[in-house]
């Protein structure tokens, strides 16, 4: 306990940074899903069960030497269920955090009423009665889990066990009516009573295998099976993988982490793509049968932060650096203006990527500073990051220095000269994120600005003479006037404009995989801290009739 203290001290003190995540569900991004949450889905489950249930009909018959017996038109009358969740880690090893098991009960009371007939032919007579049969339960228990965590195919998900189902009749009242032969029939009922109880339990294990087996297979698709992308506006698109890496959790939550691996696709030439691995996790075995315990594992829903009634979503600094650096590995911080037109003051540039267009922009300047640039007839700016942005998230919201460079030609024809020149300085953009409903899901839609420190470089100039610039150039020193209107107008490009225009380009925003067609949002809070962005909402509403 004091080696700890004395780190933490150290780390404050020489300012290094910390941050609350644990290993390894520090990197990419990282859903927490409350118990309550959890609760309330099941909630959601159970009623549609109920109601699907209510407008079935059910029909079957039996046979044997010489009979037959037939039931028909039953349905269920009054139906109560009344759901209950268990979240437990299992202990095992893959990936050192364990699978979750979520263990489900249902208990409730139910009557149900049909109709049934049943014939005997022998060689010598036949025997023929009908009539209406009313059964109800007080007390019946099912119970099922889905495990969240390593699937037989060894991909990570949502596996629902069917063989772990198990149901239990405490109570069963059989009443057959209709007949002048139902009080023989009530007998031989109450005689194989027990029977009866089976059959029904294996019928509420088939009817609760279907539902639950089809519930975890859609959520399992809208939430990882989808595309998830941000489309470009010069062509392509930014795609983000969001298979799961880990499914874990404790007993007040179910943790989900991804990697979302970034790719660049559809463009005609394609940069090398720089995204981590995938965290390995080796297959472990089937989960135990019910009753059996493993080790208890570590409870981690203490280790991510988010709310305990909703869900929550934590993009960590890892996510962001990946996604800024990708910038600049993918060329997109790269942008070539060329002036088209002058109306006093106003300058209009042409803005354009691998020769695409993006934008068109203006700009102002003040009287003396356009005089000094009115010479140059043909203006022509390229700038473009020079190494990956340093990306750093604090309580203030997203940082990242960038090191630009800014390659200057500007060129007249009376008289003739020509300015030919390089740029370097370290600009800082900061961003903030809120989350936003757009285009059939969930995304965090950005907003950028931009500062720039001093521009370094040193400016030449010169005639140009036969397309060559002659020797004799004149050196402009700080403080220059030409210079000086230069560095404003790269400062007003970077600062007003650029930074706009990535802004517009991410208006897709960064999607995340909350299944939109089954859960609505009403609002949500958007924090900053040390090396994390974290989303909470406890304002959900669930529909899961939607198709």
């Known amino acids: 306990m004091l ?24 990197t990419g991004i990282i859903g927490k899903i409350s118990k309550q949450f959890l609760q309330d889905f099941a909630n959601e489950i159970i009623d549609e069960f109920e109601e699907d249930l209510r407008g079935r009909t059910f029909s079957g018959s039996d046979s044997g030497s010489g009979y037959n017996f037939n039931y028909w038109n039953v349905r269920a009358n009054s139906l109560s269920l009344n759901p209950a969740l268990s979240l437990e880690n299992d202990g095992s090893p893959g990936g050192g955090t364990g699978q979750l098991i979520v263990g489900g009960s249902i208990g409730g009371s139910t009557s149900l009423s049909g109709s049934w007939s049943f014939n005997k032919k022998s060689w010598w007579y036949s025997f023929s009665t009908s009539g209406t049969v009313d059964m109800s339960s007080s007390w019946f228990m099912v119970q099922s889990r889905v495990v969240m965590g390593t699937k037989s195919d060894g991909r990570v998900g949502f596996n629902y066990d069917p063989s772990a189902c198990r149901a239990s009749v405490a109570d069963l009242d059989v009443e057959v009516g209709g007949s002048s032969y139902s009080w023989i029939i009530n007998i031989l009922i109450w005689a194989f009573q027990d029977d009866f109880k089976g059959t029904l339990e294996e019928v509420a294990c088939r009817i609760t295998n279907e539902v639950l087996s089809d519930a975890a297979e859609k959520f399992s698709q809208a939430m990882f099976d989808k595309d998830f992308s941000m489309p470009l506006k010069t062509g392509g698109e930014v795609k983000m993988d969001f298979n799961p890496s880990i499914i874990t959790g404790g007993s007040d939550c179910a943790i989900i982490a991804t990697p979302a691996t970034i790719e660049l696709q559809a463009l005609l030439k394609t940069p090398p793509i720089v995204t981590p691995d995938f965290i390995y996790l080796p297959a472990t075995n089937q ?13 981690w829903c203490s280790k991510v932060p988010g709310t305990r009634r909703g869900i929550s979503i934590v993009l960590t600094e890892d996510l962001i650096t990946r996604l800024i650096q990708n910038l600049h590995h993918f060329n997109l911080l790269k942008f070539e203006l060329v002036e088209r037109e002058r109306d006093g003051s106003t300058m209009t540039f042409d803005v354009t990527r691998n020769g695409q267009s993006m934008s068109t922009i203006d700009l102002e300047f003040p009287g003396d500073s356009a005089e000094r640039l009115a010479d140059f007839n043909d203006k022509r700016i390229r700038i473009g990051s020079t190494e990956p942005p340093e990306v750093q998230i604090d309580e203030n919201g997203i940082s990242a220095s960038v090191n630009v460079r800014a390659r200057v030609t500007f060129s007249s024809e009376s008289p003739k000269l020509e300015i030919r020149k390089e740029f370097n300085a370290k600009t800082h953009w900061r961003g903030t994120v809120r989350l936003t409903e757009k285009d059939g899901r969930y995304s965090l839609i950005p907003h950028i600005t931009a500062s ?13 003479r036969d397309g060559e610039v002659r020797a004799s150039q004149r050196k402009l020193e700080e403080g220059h006037q030409i210079l000086d209107a230069i560095e404003r107008l790269l400062n007003s490009l970077l600062e007003e404009n650029l930074a706009a225009i990535l802004e517009e380009e991410g208006r897709s925003g960064i999607p995340l ?35």
Not at 8 to 23: F, H, N, Q
Not at 513 to 532: C, F, M, Q, R, W
């Open 287 to 299: 989960p135990p049968p019910l009753g059996r315990r493993r080790r208890q594992a570590e409870d």
């Open 452 to 464: 720039v420190d001093v521009w370094t470089g040193k400016l030449y100039i010169g005639a140009v």
């Open 513 to 547: 995989n909350i299944p939109l067609e089954y859960l609505t949002i009403g609002s949500a809070d958007v924090s900053y801290k040390d090396g994390y962005i974290l989303v909470e909402a406890d304002d959900i509403s669930i529909d899961l009739e939607h198709e």
């Open 3 to 26: 080696s700890r203290v004395l780190v933490i001290i150290i780390l404050t003190i020489t300012g290094i940074r910390t941050s609350e995540l644990s290993p390894p569900l520090n």
